[in-house]
Each structure stands twice: as structure tokens, then as C-alpha cells.
């Protein structure tokens, strides 16, 4: 990401169109974590990278001279990538302290399910776009269970990815800048 973003801001401080390319088919292997402590050692890193990218370019946000970099990506990232596990957290707890304060219970669920439910449906447009575009799953029962995770990912893996998230941003708060290392197991012969 940040090679990606400081070609593209050295392309705009030099007057140039400069581009990176998007191609939607690349070729690319990587394993997987296999344990849900790998995987949320992995987004802890993600989200301290974003950190780290964000902060080392935060002069692009909001600047038109960047164009479309400084005036939507930039600011998408730190609103909704950077800021989005800090502002569930506002809201899981200003939720949680208005039935603390008196509000209706029955109202601060319903505001529960439309946030945690907001994410099925632009899940299932994600899925959808994705299938217009490179109509890559032809048996309908791929795009079914494709369907299926879609929906099933909002009720706990987001919420513990948030945690994740946060984690990250409470390591990158306190310093922690070292990259660790990902346990793999390799792709042996048995690997499917």
C-alpha cells in the first residue's frame, strides 16, 4: 500500500497523470492463516500498516492538488479503514450507555441490528458486483454459498476483526512498528 500510494503522490507533486494499473486476474499464491490467533496477529499488522501509511502521507487527505488520491481514496481510508473499528466502538458504546441511562431497550437493539445489519447487504452487493464484473462463479451453488459467507461473516467475524483492528491501533498508538512473523504451514502435498 505504501509503494502504491507514494508512486502516486510523486506522480502528482511532479505534475504528471501517473497510474497504477488495476488488473483483475493476478496470479498469486499465499497461505492462508491457519488459526484464528494467526489471522488476528496478521490483521493487527494490516491495520498498524494502514496506521503507519496514513500518517506517513496524511498531507494528501482532503488536498485537491492529489486529486481523486487526496480528495476520495485518502480520506475513504481514514474515515472508514483507519477510524471504522474506533467509531463501532463509539457506537457499541454509546448504545450500551443509553440503555444504561434509560432508553428504551427494545430501540438501542434495533439500532444494534440496523448497524450490524447494514453490513449483509453491502456484503451481498460486494458479492454481486464482483459476479457482474468477472462473472467468475458459474454453478449457481458457488454463488449461493458465496452468498451465504457474505451474510454469515457479519454475525461474529466482523465484530472480532474489529477487535483485531483495534488491537492494531492500540500497538501502532503505543510504537509497535515491527512487522513479527506469520506462522505457515507450507503447501505440502496433502494441501487442498
Do not use: K
Not at 47 to 72: E, F, I, K, N, T
Amino acid at each position: 500500500m505504501e509503494l502504491i500510494v507514494r508512486l502516486r503522490r510523486h506522480a502528482a507533486e511532479r505534475g504528471g497523470q501517473g497510474a497504477v494499473v488495476f488488473v483483475p486476474d493476478p496470479v498469486a499464491w499465499t497461505e492462508v492463516p491457519e488459526t484464528l490467533r494467526v489471522l488476528g496477529r496478521q490483521r493487527d499488522r494490516w491495520q498498524r500498516g494502514l496506521a503507519d501509511v496514513m500518517v506517513r502521507h496524511r498531507g494528501l487527505v482532503g488536498r485537491p492538488s492529489y486529486g481523486r488520491l487526496g480528495l476520495v481514496v485518502s480520506p475513504y481510508f481514514a474515515i472508514v479503514e483507519l477510524c471504522g473499528p474506533l467509531l463501532e466502538l463509539v457506537g457499541l458504546f454509546s448504545i450500551t450507555t443509553s440503555v444504561l441511562l434509560g432508553v428504551d431497550p427494545t430501540l438501542a437493539l434495533a439500532m444494534l441490528v440496523v448497524g450490524f445489519g447494514w453490513g449483509v447487504p453491502l456484503s451481498l452487493t460486494a458479492v454481486l458486483v464482483d459476479q457482474l464484473a468477472f462473472g467468475r462463479y458459474t454453478r449457481w451453488t458457488d454463488q449461493a454459498l458465496l452468498m451465504g459467507w457474505a451474510v454469515a461473516e457479519n454475525l461474529g467475524y466482523r465484530q472480532l476483526t474489529t477487535l483485531w483492528r483495534l488491537r492494531g491501533l492500540l500497538s501502532y498508538a503505543r510504537g509497535s512498528r515491527e512487522w513479527g512473523t506469520m506462522t505457515r504451514q507450507g503447501f505440502g502435498a496433502g494441501s487442498g
